[in-house]
């Protein structure tokens, strides 16, 4: 039975880390984890689809987007990312002359919500689990 447990493969993309890749990713930060995309791909795969943790992770990143561009308050896809945030930070956002010091309590609020959810706090047990499948011997 074990062998066919081993065969199993996550489909998130975990499987084809290398043992150095998945000590980094575990040694992360969440804003840093969140500034790897190649952490984030597999994340997003591993959580379901439907997950509140998938629309936090692209409100983190449309706001950076937001920080190093020029932002047309007034286009159809300002309007939505505002109204996908909390009222408090909609309001802010719509009141503030700083915008971009909104953004980052954005990104920092809602990168804290994913590093506190049980999407995040599950996979990163995935991760540390296949890291140490790599320092026990197979039997």
């Known amino acids: 039975m074990s062998r066919v447990v081993e065969c199993i493969k996550c489909f998130c993309g975990c499987n084809e880390l290398s043992k150095e890749r998945i000590k980094e990713l575990l040694c992360k930060k969440i804003h840093g984890f ?4 190649e952490a984030v791909t597999m994340f997003k795969k591993f959580i379901p689809s439907d997950s509140r943790t998938h629309k936090h992770i692209d409100i983190v990143a449309q706001a950076k987007i937001y920080q190093q561009a020029e932002i047309d308050t007034s286009s159809d896809g ?3 990312f505002v109204e996908d945030l909390e009222e408090q930070f909609a309001d802010e956002l719509l009141e503030s002359a700083d915008i971009n010091a909104v953004l980052e309590k954005i990104i920092f609020y809602y990168s804290k919500k994913i590093e506190t959810s049980i999407d995040y706090q599950n996979y990163v047990d995935n991760l540390r689990q296949k890291y140490k499948k790599f320092r026990s011997p197979r039997k």
């Open 34 to 37: 969140l500034n790897d995309n």
């Open 78 to 80: 300002w309007e939505e």
